[in-house]
């Protein structure tokens, strides 16, 4: 009587084992399709800015959209500091890029003090404060 129900414990758990390890293990498998997250766009409404950005290569290209072929706005040096606007992801190419819209006090074409440049351009701080001290850091 007792190998009986050992057998029938020994049938259950192959069932379940039939039924459960197909699911974790197709559960665990990432679809290529899958889009990496990246944060939502700036709400207008959240603040008046972001933080603050040094600009951390040479010369940043400023544009008048988020997008290479944007027209240019002219250029600023390494370790100037600006105020970050807005920040956008836009696709180019098929690829995935983050743009800021900054915002400052430097010479440009035309005395425009606003473009837009790509955001590995620059070093995000949440302070003025912190970014001066970057800045100063940078140029030395």
């Known amino acids: 009587m007792r190998v009986k129900h ?12 039939l039924i459960f390890c197909p699911i974790i293990f197709f559960g665990c498998i990432r679809s290529s399709d899958e889009l990496p997250v990246v944060p939502p766009a700036t709400n207008p409404l959240a603040r008046e800015f972001i933080g603050f950005g040094v ?4 010369f940043a290209h400023m544009l008048s959209e988020p997008n290479p072929s944007g027209v240019s706005q002219g250029y600023i040096r390494r370790g100037t500091v600006v105020r970050i606007i807005e920040r956008r992801q836009v696709i180019n190419r098929g690829l995935s890029e983050l743009w800021v819209l900054a915002e ?7 005395n425009i003090s606003r473009g837009w440049l790509q955001e590995t351009s620059l070093e995000i701080y949440n302070s003025e404060t912190r970014a001066n001290t970057a800045s100063r850091r940078m140029i030395q």
């Open 55 to 58: 600009v951390n290569i040479s």
């Open 6 to 17: 050992f057998a029938w414990y020994i049938q259950l758990y192959y069932l379940l084992f």
């Open 104 to 110: 400052g006090n430097y010479q440009t074409q035309g």
